[in-house]
């Protein structure tokens, strides 16, 4: 069985949170105590029938009131083997959870039910009497009252011939037996290599206990297990001499017993010619490196089957796996998480505020949590547009600087169709409000004339974030244009209010002769001294391209390859409020109620 999706209700801060997609490496982040870690212990409580609640678990309503149960649901994927294991005939199953206060864990799937309550339950749980009695109440005619199997298999039959209604029965022990297996690190607030070889080897532990190999022998399992455990610190011991070469090895003694469960000594180093030297006394250099063989080892022991045939799902999940790391430490731990994820039964679900981890995927494979008072709330985007598949989305996302992180986090997103747009809106932005874009949660977008570009707007403005266009007055006729409105209303942008059209022609031909005569005052001197006159820029006026005429006009006079981004820059610097053009006041008047 496969977690395809999962959900919750009633734990800690997750008061009613959406489905949330598991994906062969799905990444958490959001604000701090915005859940995230939450909903990792909620998919752990979920899968693990031994994990336990406590009374602070159950999310708080009100001053004096809890939540009352707390509610996990899943929706799994069943390979055909699977299916003809546990006979059920379709490739989907939904299953439920409902935890007491009193630790009381009852686990339910959604399939067809009669109405009688008494048949909503496992049949193989209720006793021959009761079996009786419910057949006779309901006409069952049974042809053997003396076994019970018979009688089940006859009110089954029974059933098939019934109108029955969606609902709940409670889950049999054979499907939970087949659930995923799911693995939670969790990082230490300071770098704690120490911590992250013991919770490996508890890992390591409950694992190994849990085999047919032990079951049903105490003799000899102690000595058996902890040789198994020392064989994988030979491993680990390998590994932290490739990161930390002057190491001669490593001194750790693993050992458990059956009434307290795993322990294990302090990690001590081995240097040549020394003693063994405790980890906690060396630099933090030492601790980073160590910690990167941590999740190196981590891959190989993590990865591989529990036993012979057995390919169950594996769920690891890392809460803030980046913890203290530098920049580059955080690259690699990255992509040994990456191998650990490509390993075709795992899934990876990692906790994390690293935006050099949050921009390394793709932003469909990101949860974001967000936090409003008490409550948790999340927020995916998702496309099934097939022009926007994962990896192109982040390829183009990426060459423009619009990471993931910032994707997340803006609040308004302008599209405009070129450098001087680029050069002069953010000037005249805090020119108008006092402060810049980014301050402002405003994210500026060059089209370029990229289809690519509007694909993106388009993806953006589907999952409802604010999108809006500054684009020229002449795409409104010209067909090539990327922004004609025919484009834009296909692509499910509401023209009237979503697109800004600035210029006569084109942004450039916004700007009064006035502006441009003092801009090239203070930044354009002409190579011979002379003054500029307004003239020489409404002249430009006639023609049917006043960009590139302006451009023309000022590398001759002033002998200079001026270019684009430069006159943005000038006309923004020496413009007054009440010289913004009215297109252009407008648009960001737009993005900047969008952004409130």
Request: proline share 3%.
């Amino acid at each position: 069985m496969k977690l395809q999706k999962f959900r919750v209700e009633g734990f800690r801060c997750l008061r009613n949170i959406d489905w949330i997609d598991v994906k062969k490496l799905t990444i958490f982040t959001g604000q701090n105590d915005g859940g995230k870690t939450s909903a990792l212990d909620a998919l752990k409580l979920f899968l693990d029938r031994r994990a336990r609640v406590e009374e602070n678990d159950f999310t708080f309503v009100d001053e004096s009131n809890k939540c009352d149960n707390i509610l996990i649901e899943g929706v799994f994927s069943l390979s055909s083997a699977e299916q003809e294991k546990l006979k059920w005939n379709a490739s989907e199953l939904y299953i439920k959870n409902v935890r007491q206060k009193d630790n009381t864990s009852t686990y339910f799937y959604k399939t067809r039910v009669h109405p009688d309550q008494r048949l909503q339950r496992d049949l193989d749980s209720v006793t021959i009497d009761e079996l009786k009695q419910i057949a006779d109440d309901l006409g069952i005619v049974l042809t053997s009252r003396r076994a019970k199997d018979p009688i089940i298999r006859e009110i089954r039959a029974w059933l098939a011939t019934q109108q029955l209604q969606e609902g709940f029965l409670e889950l049999p022990p054979a499907f939970m037996n087949e659930f995923p297996l799911v693995k939670l690190f969790r990082s230490a607030k300071t770098l704690d290599p120490e911590n992250e070889v013991n919770q490996t080897l508890a890992e390591s532990f409950s694992t190994k206990i849990q085999t047919e190999k032990y079951s049903g022998r105490l003799s000899t399992i102690q000595s058996e297990i902890e040789e198994e455990m020392k064989n994988d610190l030979r491993d680990f011991e390998t590994i932290v001499k490739t990161y930390c070469p002057d190491i001669a090895g490593i001194d750790i003694d693993p050992s458990f017993d059956f009434s307290h469960g795993f322990r294990t000594s302090k990690l001590k180093l081995k240097k040549p010619d020394s003693a063994s030297i405790d980890l906690d006394k060396e630099g933090e250099g030492r601790k980073r490196r160590i910690t990167l063989a941590v999740y190196e080892w981590r891959e190989k022991i993590l990865s591989e089957p529990e036993a012979p045939g057995d390919e169950r799902q594996l769920i690891i999940a890392f809460d803030e796996p980046d913890t203290h790391l530098d920049y580059v430490s955080q690259r690699k731990i990255l992509d040994i998480i990456r191998r650990i994820s490509d390993k075709t039964r795992n899934s990876v679900v990692i906790c994390t505020h690293s935006l050099n981890l949050i921009d390394r995927v793709p932003i469909t494979d990101i949860v974001h949590f967000k936090k409003d008072a008490d409550r948790t709330f999340i927020e995916t985007l998702k496309t099934e547009d097939p022009e926007l598949v994962d990896m192109f989305l982040y390829e183009i996302s990426d060459c423009m600087g619009l990471k993931n992180s910032i994707m997340l986090n803006e609040r308004c997103f302008l599209v405009v169709e070129g450098e001087t747009e680029i050069h002069s809106l953010p000037i005249i932005f805090k020119k108008l409000r006092g402060f810049s874009l980014q301050a402002g949660g405003i994210r500026l977008i060059n089209g370029e004339g990229c289809g690519g570009v509007r694909s993106l707007a388009k993806f953006l403005n589907n999952n409802k974030r604010n999108v809006i266009f500054l684009v020229d007055q002449d795409s409104q006729s010209n067909p090539n244009s990327v922004f004609t409105p025919d484009k834009l209303r296909a692509d499910g942008f509401d023209i009237d209010r979503q697109v800004f059209f600035v210029g006569t022609i084109e942004y450039e031909d916004s700007f009064s002769d006035g502006v441009y005569q003092k801009a090239g005052a203070a930044y354009w001197p002409k190579h011979d001294g002379s003054a500029w006159a307004r003239e020489e820029f409404s002249n430009l006026r006639t023609s049917n391209n006043f960009c590139d005429e302006l451009v023309k006009l000022l590398r001759r006079n002033t002998h200079t390859n001026m270019s684009k981004p430069e006159i943005g820059l000038g006309v923004a610097k020496v413009m007054n409020t009440n010289e913004i053009p009215k297109q252009i006041l407008a648009c960001l008047d737009e993005a900047f109620r969008l952004s409130t």
